[in-house]
């Protein structure tokens, strides 16, 4: 998913997303990288080149991505908000050991039918959070 630096500003502004410094360098940084980082770790990683980034503004920054479905914030456990820029639909697998997180292709599942629910219920979406093992924690 790399992008050169114009095709991210242009992606931004087709959103209508006002472009900051801070905005393209944390959207930059999530495309970037798979590990569906938290608000912490990409201001850490930001900070590694040049400390300039507050918690506040990348915080601010994500909400200003998320709004415009840029960026999906993603929730796999309680309490620890986490964010992807991989926004086509596609499931999630979830190492219980090392916590890490990785993609799963959307056509990798059968598609699920929802008739057997209680009717009322407007289903709108729905992706899978498998949970297991991961190849490098197994060895
Ligand atoms: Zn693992
Ligand atoms: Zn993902």
């Known amino acids: 998913m790399e992008q050169r630096a114009d095709q991210i500003v242009k992606t931004m502004k087709t959103k209508g997303l006002r472009v900051t410094p801070q905005r393209f360098a944390v959207y930059a940084n999530l495309l970037e990288r798979k590990d569906h980082p938290t608000a912490e770790q990409i201001l850490q990683d930001l900070n590694q080149e040049a400390p300039r980034s507050s918690q506040a503004t990348v915080y601010s920054s994500l909400q200003a991505l998320c709004q415009v479905n ?45 008739e057997q629910l209680r009717p009322g219920l407007q289903v709108e979406g729905y992706e899978v959070t498998v949970h297991g093992i991961c190849d490098r924690c197994e060895e």
């Open 70 to 114: 840029l960026v999906k914030a993603v929730l796999l456990e309680e309490g620890v908000c986490r964010y992807d820029a991989n926004i086509n639909r596609h499931h999630h697998f979830r190492c219980k050991c090392c916590g890490k997180i990785e993609d799963i292709p959307w056509e990798q599942l059968p598609e699920m039918t929802f």
